[in-house]
């Protein structure tokens, strides 16, 4: 079980399986996989190839795109996980434990937006339209400004 049992995203993920307890789909196992193997806190976040072995082995066959659009982004939307999507064992899947979590999964997202905004910046700046990719990154570099503000 994890180990953070006062966590708002633990107690969420816990309503979920008691709620869904009768529809045991992708969702449902992913997240009793991750409370059940204490993938609950940053620090144990866990890769996705081992979630979808897990689902797999629950007769549950959903390739990684899929998994990622249907199971985990209703999940995040949900507010029940958060993920690192850094490439390699840096990424994963995780319960947050405590808000700075959320930050550093926040921040991790909103800089590879900034860095993709900038690409598109490179690519447009002969165009019409290239500023408006300008404008979008003071933006969002103001979210994460006021985001990371305490």
Known sequence: ?????????????RDFLERNQDNRDGRWFTVNF?????????????????????????QILLD???????????????GIVATLVYPGPQGGV??????????TAANQILDRV???IRNLRGITQETHRGCL???????????????NER
């Open 114 to 116: 900034n860095s993709e």
């Open 64 to 78: 990684r795109e899929r998994f990622q659009q249907e199971v985990l982004g209703e999940l995040k939307r949900q």
């Open 1 to 13: 079980m994890c180990h953070c049992p006062n966590s708002p995203w633990l107690q969420r993920a």
């Open 34 to 58: 991750l409370v059940e193997n204490d993938h609950c806190g940053i620090d144990y976040r866990i890769d996705i190839e081992r979630i979808l072995n897990y689902l797999q082995d629950n």
């Open 94 to 103: 995780f319960i947050p434990c405590t808000e700075d979590e959320v930050r």
């Open 133 to 147: 990719f300008l404008l979008l990154e003071e933006i969002v570099n103001r979210i994460k400004d006021i985001y």
